[in-house]
């Protein structure tokens, strides 16, 4: 079973986030958003991306750091609207998909099958 990790600051958008994946059969666990502590045997980090102040991409330096070997996925609510899959952004970030809040299940689980593929 592929397990996800998530680092988002919004308890409501962590649930559906959770609910989203876990429907969908990943193993899905949540870390704190400062911490990029994860557990061993990670094969996605989402982290949600707040872009003021570089605090965003400080964040994802560090999620970077601890897991130089796991992808990862970026949404954010600062993103340009239907901006979805891997683009430049995702370049200029070091991340494999960016994602725009608000975005659907649809979206959220295509940008994760295209990173690591179905759960299972």
């Known amino acids: 079973m592929s397990a996800i990790v998530i680092i988002e600051e919004d308890k409501l958008m962590r649930g559906l986030l ?68 891997s683009c430049t952004a995702a370049d200029t970030l070091g991340v494999r998909q960016v994602i725009a809040k608000p975005f659907s299940r649809r979206d959220l689980l295509a940008a994760v099958r295209s990173v690591i593929g179905p759960a299972g």
């Not at 994946?21 to 400062?34: I, M, W």
């Not at 094969?43 to 897991?67: F, N």
Request: charged content about 20%.
């Open 18 to 85: 959770v609910e989203w994946l876990g429907a969908e059969g990943y193993s899905v666990r949540t870390a704190a958003p400062g911490s990029a502590q994860a557990p061993d045997k990670t094969d996605l980090v989402i982290v949600d991306v707040y872009m003021p102040r570089h605090e965003g991409a400080d964040r994802l330096r560090t999620v970077k750091a601890a897991h130089p070997q796991t992808p990862l996925i970026a949404i954010s609510g600062q993103f340009r609207s239907g901006l979805v899959g």
